[in-house]
Nanobody, 123 residues
């Protein structure tokens, strides 16, 4: 059974950095893509960044381009999100998700999700 486990969230000051991890196991796909989404209170879940696992093609939202980097460690079946220059508006619960083949910016297309990790950025 597919399982995604996030870690690395926390409470930081504006301008600080954090690295989120998402360890995957039991995935039922031969080719797949993983992504990070976030959801702030009262807001819809939004796409942050994604990576196509087989060739590591990456995608990012405009709000995080130039600040954050998504990467993968194939040996550990783990995806990372290196977040720098954090802003208060980055405060949210961050989720990792996986789907077959390609990255999709729509949350509804991902069948498997982690439990989420809270990131709080204070000014």
């Amino acid at each position: 059974q597919a399982q995604l486990v996030e870690s690395g969230g926390g409470s930081v000051q504006a301008g600080d950095s954090l690295r989120l991890s998402c360890a995957a196991s039991g995935l039922p796909f031969l080719r797949y893509a993983m992504a990070w989404f976030r959801q702030a209170p009262g807001k819809e879940r939004e796409f942050v960044a994604g990576i196509r696992w087989n060739d590591e093609t990456t995608y990012g939202s405009d709000s995080v381009k130039g600040r954050w980097t998504i990467s993968a460690d194939h040996a550990k079946s783990t995806m990372y999100l290196q977040m720098t220059s954090l802003k208060p508006e980055d405060t949210a619960v961050y989720y990792c998700a996986v789907r077959s083949y390609f990255v999709d910016r729509s949350a509804t297309s991902y069948p498997y999700w982690g439990q989420g990790t809270q990131v709080t950025v204070s000014s």
